[in-house]
């Protein structure tokens, strides 16, 4: 698990605090206080290169006494529009026995037979809503793709996904190879909006997963 440090903050204007190379952020949860604290900007580039917004990260706050050290999910990110470097964030630190939603990243490994014999590797969901202790919470969902063959599709049933619960529908395709149409474009665009019309029947206004919420 990554680890940031970080100090509280009592006061200062945070454009000064950013020209000192440090990132103004939150931290809050069910079971705290809001705390307003300061991360060094190249520890936190350096952690958010590792991490998806599913990893936990234990956050260590320094406040004069013995540093405390809370386990923490990113919550909100705001960039910079010139130099894309982060200027604030949220972290939110979940009540342990407490299940909540998240999205999950997809990641796709191996060479597909289907895509070597002329077909399209065509991946649906980039992220699967998930329910679950923040404890169990994979930072990322392997789909291995090396036995998919043209005409086949990885779906919600065919992934582990541990002690989480995923909040879309069994038979929802994640992955795909689908036959090239005529002229060689890639039949692409249709099947996403299938995918796109399955998720919405099926998953509903419940599927939709907040980042992370807490959920009753």
């Known amino acids: 698990m990554s ?5 509280v903050r009592t006061g200062g204007k945070a454009g000064a605090l950013r020209r000192s190379g440090s990132v103004p952020a939150v931290v809050y949860g069910p079971a705290m206080e809001s705390t307003a604290i300061a991360i060094d900007r190249k520890e936190l580039q350096a952690v958010f290169s590792k991490i998806t917004r599913s990893s936990r990260v234990d ?9 405390k050290t809370l386990n923490v ?3 909100a990110i705001q960039y910079n529009s010139i130099t894309d470097e982060p200027i604030h964030v949220d972290f939110y630190h979940p009540a342990a026995d407490h299940p909540l939603n998240l999205e999950v990243p997809i990641k796709v ?3 597909s037979p289907g895509v070597k014999s002329g077909g399209v590797l065509n991946i649906i969901a980039r992220a699967v809503p998930v329910h679950g202790l923040p404890t169990d919470m994979p930072p990322l969902l392997t789909v291995d793709v090396s036995a998919l063959e043209l005409g086949q599709a990885i779906r919600v049933r065919d992934v582990d996904f541990g002690g989480v619960q995923p909040l879309l529908s069994p038979d929802q395709t994640l992955v795909a190879v ?5 002229f060689g474009e890639p039949a692409v665009a249709e099947a996403e909006a299938e ?4 998720t919405a029947e099926e998953a509903g206004p419940e599927g939709a997963a907040e980042e992370p919420a807490q959920e009753g």
């Open 109 to 111: 490994v191996g060479q």
């Open 59 to 67: 956050l260590s706050i320094g406040d004069r006494g013995k540093p």
């Open 73 to 75: 999910f990113v919550k």
């Open 3 to 7: 680890t940031l440090h970080a100090k």
């Open 178 to 182: 689908v036959q090239p149409k005529a």
């Open 195 to 198: 995918a796109e019309a399955e």
